[in-house]
């Protein structure tokens, strides 16, 4: 069995029985030991492959919380805007028309707009895509995933009665009626599932691609939150496939959906069947089932108590039939629950609902993203045992949609994390990629810092925490958020040899890590095996 042994580095392990070690020895796919540096020739002189650290610093290997790796792969078949920049949203659409110039696609679809990527700051409309493209269907699906545009020739390929009777979100029309183009929610969903499907064969291609890009990014684990670009049992299998081939190099776990107005029970046999058939599995398993409380703050779509800012009609959307449907039997019947849930008033409705569920506390019940929270709701979340699964990095890239749409005042209680740690509630990060950067290092950063990306705002900086915290909050948090703790998260013996090594980050003279602009990802390692190397 392999051994290897890595030194001569600054190994933080988030084991706080033993916090630091100078060095760590695998065998096979798990950690041997752990200890000082006096023990290091002896394991080399009994044949462990030496791995110097040079000096670097080293870290259990993240694991991403909230991430959708299918989605991003299914997006690398869309035309990808996320990242640029337009003076008006008649150059974002020429630029898409030139980029699709002599496509035969049937079926045109761009990910990635928001109106932060267009100077002008305005939403583009079915009219906008229109003059643009007037023969062939076009979805543009916002940044945030929760809301899309659709024009007329998309809206043709659609059934009218089934447009005017969507269940927890809606086609959205102007003063007089008709139709802007703007789906949000359900209707989305509708608008997507009537898209053609993507070759499987194509996908898995591009899945593997994706897993690349999380490894070079020092991700060791996922807890994948499923896509609404296939249906939740195709999303499973398609996974299945990936691991059955042994392409599967990320611990993947899987939150599932259930499949539209399935029953709860039904539901709940078949996430039995599947955790067992996976139950041994080290590298894919079946985790919690996935549900929606409401849409983003950046489509003010999001649940709020109070109206957003310039839209006083608009609270938001509140997904309350599959919330009251289904988390108490699945949560009572044993099966963890997370549901995504931004607002302030979806979150308290979450909460509630946990409130009343009898193994709230076995279950580890999570609220993803969480972002608007006030010190009462706060407490209800303490008092009831939620884990918190959120995504710092938002406030880097959405720091300023926060103070448009919610004003000043509301803006400084998105992602409050110091308060949450200090309240003893488990806080967990991730990305929510392919809606925002897959670099943990710029999640911990922000979480740190609370800077706004290109700009000199910082989003209430009393909320900021530290190096080791916002680590733990990458690792062994999001570990014990999948009841994975006694396997990965921290460096200690018998656990997954996963681990990250950082080149360009070093330690104040106190011991602590403050600066990480130059901070990178120089290794990473799964089961003991360099997965990626810069």
Known sequence: MKRRIFYNGIILTMNKAEPTAEY?????????????????????AEGAEPVNLQGRLMLPGFIDSHIHMLTAALNRLKLDISAMEFDTVDDMLAYVRQKKEGSQDPWISVFGFSEENIRA?????RKDIDRFFPDVPVTIIRVCGHMS????????????????????????????????GIATEGAQQYVLDSMPPADEEVVLALLAQEQEILLRNGI????????????????????????????LKIRTNLMVRPEEKESPSSFADYLRCCKERHREDARFTIGAVKLFADGSLGGMTAAVNRSYVGAPENTGLLLKERLDTYIKPLADAGHQVAVHAIGDRSTGYVTGLYSACERKEEDRLRIEHAELMDEGLIEMIRDNRILIMTQPIFIREFG??????LGEER????????????????????????????????GIRTAMTREIKNSCKRLNEAEGIGFDEAVRCYTINNAYGAFEEAHMGSIEPSKYADFVVLAGIVPDSDGKFRHLDDAAVDMTVIGGETVFSR
């Open 411 to 442: 803006a400084m209680h998105i992602q409050p994390i110091r308060t949450l740690l200090d309240q003893g509630i488990t806080v967990g990060f991730g990305t929510d990629y392919p809606v925002d950067d897959p670099n943990p290092l710029l």
């Open 121 to 125: 700051s305005r939403m583009v409309t």
């Open 24 to 44: 760590v020895l695998t065998e096979g796919d798990k950690v041997a030991a752990v200890g000082s540096a006096a023990e290091i020739e002896k394991h080399i």
């Open 400 to 405: 300023n949609t926060y103070f448009s749409n």
């Open 220 to 247: 060791t684990a996922i807890h994948d939150a499923g896509t609404d670009m296939m249906p939740p049992r195709d999303y499973v299998a398609l996974y299945e496939k990936m691991n059955d081939r042994g392409l």
């Open 149 to 180: 545009v659709i024009n007329t020739k998309a809206m043709e390929q659609l059934d009218r009665d089934k447009m005017e009777c969507i269940s927890g979100g809606a086609f959205e029309k102007d003063e007089n009626g008709v139709y802007t």
